[in-house]
C-alpha cells in the first residue's frame, strides 16, 4: 500500500529541530516548539488571513534554505509569512544581527507612541509593551515631536485612539473577513497614515468588536471598560453561552471585579490570539453572571506584564540585569583618554531586590 | 558620436503622428515579429542581447522573461511601467512625449513574446499631457490595425490601456503598481510570490520599464547578438540619462553604456561641463536613491581606473568607493551645494512618499528627516551623525519593498563622504544657516 501521510520538512530552528507539515511558515514551526524561540509577532494573526510582513518585528536570519539549496538568505526574512523548506536552518534568538534589527523595530514602533502606558486601558496586556520590554534598549533616542492625529469618533463601542496606532492592519482585515462590510481602512500614507472611517461614520455591524481583540495596542479599546479597572486587578474567568448569532462562538473570558462583569472578551490563546471570534452582543450587552456559564479561571500565559493577576516578578531582575550588564562593559572598555590624576569610572550593578 | 537606437530620429520631425514615425522604419518589428518568428525566439532573441532592466535594478529582461509562468486557462499581461518620479530622472517622460509610437510598437511586441492578449502602461498622474500623447498615438495604432483583433492578419489579439497613477512614488514598485493597478491602496505586496507567478489579478505579469520594452523592437529588426556588440561587458546597448544640476547642457542624453564618466560629463556633445566655470563637487550617478559619490571617486575608481557609464564600472568598489547607474538620472552638483541640505531634501522626499505599510520605512525615514531638518538649521549634536547611520543601516534591507534602501543610501553616502561637512554644520550652527553658505575643503574637490 502506498504511503499517504504526507512528508514531513525538518527544520532547524536555534538549534532545535522540529518536524512540520509543508506550507508551514517558519512563524508558526517555531511556536510548535515553544514560546521561547518564537518570533514576537505585531502584525500578524493566525486566525486573519493576509495579515503578517508589516511590522517586521519577526523579521529572522535563514542561514540555509534548503537541504537542496543550502545556501543562506540574503537578507533577513519576516518568519510570519515565509513558508519552511525541508532541511531550513533558521536563526532567531541566537542571531545577534536579528536581534540588532530587533531592537530597531522596537525603537521605529515606539518613536511615534504617546508612551501613555499609564492612562492606557490596554496597559498591561499589550503587546507593544511586551516587544519593548523583551526586545526593546530601555533607552530612547529620539529626540523629535511625535506626530499626532485629530481624535476620531468611529462608533458607540470602540473608542479609536490613533496615535498609539502601530498600523498592522490588523483590524481592517477583521472588518473585511468577520463583518459584511467594511467600513474603515487607512488613509494616507508614510507616518501620516491613519486608521479612519472617513467621513465619522459610525461603525456598527454585530463582529465589528473583535477589532478591540485583535489590535495589539491600545489604539481601539472597549468603550464600556474605559478607565474603569486596570486589567491586572480584574480576574479573568472562562465562560461560554449559546449565542444565537450562527456566526459567533459565544466562548469568551469575562473580566471580574468583585461579583461585577466589567468587560467581556474572546478567548485569548498563548500567543494573545482570539481564535473563535464573538458577537457584539455578547461582548457588550452581556455583563451579568447569570447571561454566563462558568468554566473556571482562565490563565493569561503570553503576557509579561499581567499574568494570573500578579506581576512577574522575575522579568524585571533579568531585563535589569541584561541592561546592567551591558552598560557595565561599556563602562569598563572605555578607551577614555583620561586626564592626568583623573580616575577611570567605576560602574556598580544594583539589584532591585539586594538587601 | 555612439549609436542611437530609442532617439536616433528624435528631432527630425514631429514623431508623434503615426505616419512620420513609420516613415523613419516604424513598426517593421511588428510585422516581422507577428509573420515570422515565434514567441519563444523573440525571448531567446532578448536572452542574446543581454538588456538589463533600465528602470533602477539592471535585472537581465531576458531571464525576467524567461521566468514568467505559464499555467493553463489563466491569461497573461505585460504591464509598462511608466511611473517615472525619481527625482533626478525625467527620461521615460522624454521618450513617451516625443516618440510614443516607439513605446507602443516594443509593447506589441513584448506582448507578443510573452503571451499577453491585454497589456498596460502605467504612467506617473502628474504626466497628464503625456498620457495624452500615448492614447492618442495608441488610437492611431488601433487604426492601422497595429493593436486589435487579428493585427497584420497574424491571429494574435492584443488590447493596450494607459492607466494614469495617482502620483505617487511608490506606486513605481512592480507590486504597489500592480495593486494600484487593481484599484487598490498603491502597498508593495510581500515577495514571494513573484508577479511572473502571481501578479495582476493574480496572474502570471511581466512589469517593465518603458525603456527596456521600447529596446525590444530594436533587437527583433536587427537580432539580439548585434544589441549584445554595443556597450561593454555585461552592460549591453544603450542607455538614456537625464542629466541634469549644475551643468552647462542639462537634458536627456542616449549613450552607449561604457562611455567614460569624464567624456559625459565634461564633452559639449552631452553635458558640457560644469556651469559657469565652477568646480565638480559631488554626483549622484542614477536618480536619488543611489549613493552620492565625491569628485574624487567620480572620474577615477578608487582603484584608479577610468570610471566608465556602465553597471559594473560605476558599481566598482561596492557602496564604499562605488554607486549605481539606477535610473540614469544624473545629478551634478558644484561647489556651491550644500550636501546636508540635500540629503535633507532627498530625505524629505522619501518620508512623504513612504507608503507607510511596514514600520523600518514609515517611522525611520521621518526620523532621519527630522534630524537631517535640525543639522541643516543649526541644531544638530554630534552625536546625531551617528545616529543617522545607525538609522539607516537599521532601514536598509529590513523593508517590504525597495524604498526602505533607497531612503538609506543616500543618507548613508552622503555621511561616509562628507561626514566633515556634518560635523561643521554642528560645530557652526551660526555660520552654516547664513543665506548661501557652503562648507568648502579643498581636498575633496578634483
Same mark, same amino acid.
Given at each position: 500500500m502506498e504511503n499517504t501521510a504526507p512528508q514531513l520538512f525538518k527544520v532547524t530552528i536555534d538549534n532545535i529541530e522540529v518536524e512540520v507539515a509543508p506550507g508551514t511558515t517558519i512563524l508558526q514551526a517555531a511556536r510548535q516548539i515553544g514560546s521561547h524561540v518564537a518570533p514576537p509577532a505585531m502584525c500578524y494573526y493566525t486566525s486573519l488571513k493576509g495579515t503578517g510582513g508589516k511590522c517586521r518585528a519577526c523579521l529572522v536570519k535563514v542561514t540555509a534554505g534548503s537541504a537542496k539549496d543550502p545556501?543562506?538568505?540574503?537578507? !533577513?526574512v519576516p518568519s510570519c509569512i515565509t513558508t519552511v523548506q525541508d532541511g531550513m536552518i533558521v536563526e532567531n534568538t541566537v542571531n545577534e544581527q536579528? !536581534?540588532?534589527?530587533r531592537k530597531g523595530v522596537v525603537e521605529f514602533l515606539l518613536i511615534n507612541h504617546p508612551l501613555d502606558c499609564p492612562i492606557c486601558d490596554q496597559a498591561g496586556e499589550c503587546h507593544l509593551q511586551d516587544f519593548a520590554f523583551e526586545h526593546g534598549r530601555g533607552t530612547q533616542r529620539y529626540e523629535e515631536e511625535r506626530r499626532t492625529f485629530e481624535r476620531e469618533d468611529i462608533g458607540p463601542y470602540i473608542?479609536?485612539?490613533m496615535n498609539r496606532c502601530i498600523l498592522c492592519y490588523r483590524c481592517v482585515f477583521t472588518a473585511e473577513q468577520l463583518t459584511n462590510k467594511r467600513v474603515h481602512g487607512v488613509l494616507n500614507r508614510g507616518d501620516h497614515a491613519e486608521i479612519s472611517t472617513y467621513i465619522s461614520k459610525a461603525i456598527d455591524n454585530d463582529f465589528s468588536g473583535n477589532m478591540i481583540d485583535v489590535c495589539p495596542v491600545g489604539a481601539l479599546t472597549d468603550k464600556t471598560f474605559r478607565f474603569k479597572q486596570r486589567v491586572w486587578f480584574t480576574k479573568p474567568v472562562t465562560a461560554h453561552r449559546d449565542c444565537e448569532h450562527e456566526k459567533c462562538s459565544g466562548k469568551v473570558t469575562l473580566w471580574y471585579k468583585g461579583e461585577d462583569v466589567l468587560r467581556v472578551t474572546g478567548r485569548k490563546n498563548e500567543w494573545g490570539e482570539v481564535t473563535e471570534f464573538i458577537c457584539n452582543t455578547c461582548r457588550f450587552d452581556k455583563k451579568k453572571t447569570s447571561d454566563w456559564v462558568i468554566e473556571g479561571p482562565a490563565k493569561v500565559s503570553h503576557h509579561s506584564v499581567i499574568s494570573a493577576n500578579h506581576y512577574e516578578k522575575k522579568a524585571i531582575p533579568e531585563f535589569g540585569f541584561k541592561q546592567a550588564a551591558q552598560q557595565y562593559k561599556q563602562i569598563d572598555d572605555l578607551p577614555v583618554q583620561l586626564p592626568e590624576g583623573e580616575k577611570k569610572p567605576v560602574g556598580i550593578v544594583v539589584r532591585p531586590d539586594s538587601k | 558620436m555612439g549609436i542611437k537606437i530609442l532617439t536616433e530620429h528624435i528631432g527630425k520631425e514631429d514623431l508623434k503622428p503615426i505616419d512620420a514615425y513609420m516613415k523613419y522604419g516604424g513598426y517593421t518589428a511588428v510585422k516581422k515579429a507577428l509573420t515570422s518568428m515565434s514567441p519563444d525566439a523573440i525571448v531567446e532573441e532578448v536572452k542574446k542581447s543581454g538588456l538589463r532592466g533600465r528602470g533602477g535594478a539592471g535585472f537581465p529582461t531576458g531571464m525576467k522573461w524567461s521566468f514568467l509562468a505559464k499555467p493553463e486557462g489563466k491569461p497573461r499581461y505585460l504591464v509598462c511601467n511608466a511611473d517615472e518620479s525619481e527625482p533626478g530622472t525625467f527620461k521615460?517622460?522624454?521618450?513617451?512625449?516625443?516618440?510614443?509610437?516607439?513605446?507602443?510598437?516594443?509593447m506589441i511586441v513584448s506582448s507578443f513574446a510573452l503571451g499577453a492578449n491585454t497589456s498596460y502602461i502605467y504612467?506617473?498622474?502628474?504626466?497628464m499631457f503625456v498620457i495624452r500623447i500615448l492614447e492618442k498615438a495608441i488610437a492611431e495604432a488601433y487604426a492601422k490595425g497595429l493593436l486589435g483583433k487579428n493585427i497584420l492578419g497574424s491571429g494574435y489579439n492584443?488590447?493596450?490601456?494607459?492607466?494614469?497613477?495617482?502620483?505617487?512614488?511608490?506606486?513605481?514598485?512592480?507590486?504597489?503598481?500592480?495593486?494600484?493597478?487593481e484599484g487598490k491602496r498603491g502597498n508593495p505586496r510581500n515577495k514571494p510570490p513573484f508577479p511572473a507567478v502571481s501578479g495582476l489579478y493574480a496572474c502570471p505579469t511581466v512589469v517593465n520599464n518603458v525603456e527596456s520594452i521600447a529596446a525590444t523592437s530594436w533587437i527583433i529588426n536587427n537580432g539580439g547578438d548585434e544589441y549584445a556588440k554595443i556597450g561593454?561587458?555585461?552592460?549591453?546597448?544603450?542607455?538614456?540619462?537625464?542629466?541634469?544640476?549644475?551643468?552647462?547642457?542639462p537634458g536627456v542624453y542616449e549613450i552607449e553604456l561604457g562611455l567614460s564618466v569624464e567624456e559625459f560629463l565634461y564633452s559639449d556633445q552631452y553635458c558640457g561641463g560644469i556651469a559657469n566655470g565652477k568646480k565638480l563637487k559631488a554626483l549622484v550617478a542614477g536618480g536619488s536613491s543611489v549613493p552620492i559619490l565625491p569628485a574624487n571617486l567620480i572620474t577615477k575608481t578608487a582603484n584608479g581606473e577610468s570610471r566608465l557609464m556602465?553597471?559594473?564600472?560605476?558599481?566598482?568598489?561596492?557602496?564604499?568607493?562605488?554607486t549605481m547607474l539606477g535610473s540614469g538620472g544624473f545629478i551634478v552638483f558644484d561647489e556651491d551645494q550644500c550636501i546636508v541640505r540635500n540629503t535633507w531634501n532627498f530625505t524629505r522626499f522619501y518620508h512623504h512618499e513612504s507608503c507607510g505599510q511596514c514600520s523600518p520605512c514609515r517611522e525611520g525615514t521621518g526620523w532621519m528627516e527630522k534630524v537631517l531638518h535640525r543639522i541643516e538649521h543649526g541644531h544638530g549634536h554630534m552625536h546625531d551623525i551617528d545616529l543617522l547611520v545607525d538609522v539607516a543601516k537599521k532601514i536598509e534591507g529590513n523593508t517590504i519593498c525597495p524604498l526602505g534602501d533607497a531612503a538609506a543610501w543616500p543618507v548613508g553616502s552622503a555621511i561616509r563622504h562628507f561626514r566633515d561637512e556634518f560635523e561643521w554644520h554642528i560645530k557652526n550652527p551660526s555660520e552654516a544657516t547664513r543665506k548661501g553658505a557652503v562648507y568648502r575643503k579643498e581636498a575633496v574637490f578634483a
Open positions: 545556501r543562506p538568505m540574503p537578507k !533577513l536579528v !536581534l540588532e534589527t473608542q479609536l485612539h | 521615460d517622460r522624454y521618450l513617451m512625449m516625443h516618440s510614443p509610437h516607439t513605446l507602443i510598437e516594443g504612467v506617473r498622474g502628474e504626466m492584443l488590447d493596450l490601456y494607459v492607466h494614469p497613477g495617482g502620483g505617487a512614488y511608490i506606486c513605481g514598485e512592480e507590486t504597489a503598481l500592480l495593486e494600484s493597478l561593454i561587458g555585461k552592460s549591453t546597448g544603450t542607455k538614456l540619462i537625464s542629466a541634469c544640476g549644475n551643468i552647462n547642457n556602465s553597471y559594473e564600472s560605476l558599481s566598482d568598489g561596492g557602496f564604499a568607493t562605488g
